[in-house]
């Protein structure tokens, strides 16, 4: 079992974990800034969104630009090259509300959101590289984070509510087929994901405090003991093998706007055997 070390300490909510060029990218929620921060522990503010955007996620096209996911308004941002943010897609048809994103190598993006009562379930929106937009998966109870196998084939997607990893095959349109069981979580509680060299998917746990390896089919392979909430955690660092982790305290969503001003987030790594994908 391995310990964490602080890299980071007063965040709100850290979320949208990912490592891209050489640094390690979050959104950090309350306070709508996506931060990118260096080895040593230095954050840079690269985009700023109203402290009201919640859920803020990010993921990267193909040709480098960056996206944001503005959750309360269904919309999908583009960040140019000068900074400026666009709209690369107004999905207010589709869902009232989004939480994650992740880009394929073909720049297919998908998102997961739905209506705003998350008891009525969650959906998977693919937007393509043309920009037209369609629901390609349904049922999913509270989805949160997602990753795509390294060859593309695969949708792995969270679900908090049903204590799940369901998988979804990527058909050559960028449509999903239907949702499979990846792994039976027992008691864990899934919110960001990533997935390693070998197949694995680590996963971060809120109630559980933890975050955990685990291999298709559910079993067990590494946790990281933490001493506050796990929201989301990605994997980076020189040779791949430093797992970032996003933690803060939470006490439930009618008492969100008290845990974002007592600034108990935190950015976390620990060292791992096996590295992210390539």
């Known amino acids: 079992m391995v310990k964490p070390d602080v890299l980071l300490t007063g965040l709100a909510f850290g979320e949208s974990a990912r490592w891209h ?10 306070v709508g800034e996506v931060l990118a ?11 700023q969104l109203p402290a009201s ?5 990010i993921d990267w096209l193909p040709d480098g630009r960056m996206l944001l996911v503005s959750g309360p308004d269904a919309t999908l941002l583009r960040r140019e090259p000068d900074g400026s943010l666009v709209t690369h897609a107004d999905l207010s048809g589709l869902a009232e509300i989004l939480n994650e994103i992740v880009v394929a190598a073909d720049g297919t993006v998908y998102l997961n959101g739905g209506p ?6 969650s959906i998977v929106i693919a937007v393509a590289p ?4 369609r629901e390609v998966g349904a049922g999913i109870q509270f989805g949160n984070g997602m990753a795509l196998s390294a060859d593309g084939s695969t949708l792995v997607v969270a679900e908090s509510w049903a204590r799940r990893l369901s ?10 087929g239907a949702r499979e069981l990846w792994a039976d979580l027992g008691a864990g509680t899934p919110d960001g994901i990533c997935m390693d060299a070998e197949g694995a998917v680590w996963y971060a746990d809120v109630p559980n405090r933890n975050c955990v390896r685990v291999a298709e089919g559910g079993e067990v392979l590494d946790t990281v ?16 093998r430093t797992l970032h982790v996003l933690a803060a305290e939470f006490h439930g969503f009618d008492t ?5 001003a007592a600034r108990t987030g935190q950015l976390l790594t620990a060292r791992v055997a096996v590295p992210g994908r390539a």
């Open 53 to 57: 955007t919640v859920p803020l996620s």
């Open 21 to 30: 060029d050489d640094r390690f990218w979050f959104a950090n929620w309350g």
């Open 37 to 47: 921060v260096d080895a040593d522990g230095r954050p840079e503010v690269v985009a």
């Open 256 to 260: 969100m706007q008290a845990d974002i």
């Open 225 to 240: 003991e933490l001493d506050r909430g796990g929201f989301a955690c990605a994997l980076g660092g020189p040779d791949g």
């Open 167 to 176: 998988a979804f095959a990527v058909a050559a349109d960028g449509s999903l």
């Open 130 to 133: 043309d920009g037209a937009a």
């Open 116 to 121: 705003r009562d998350f008891a009525k379930g």
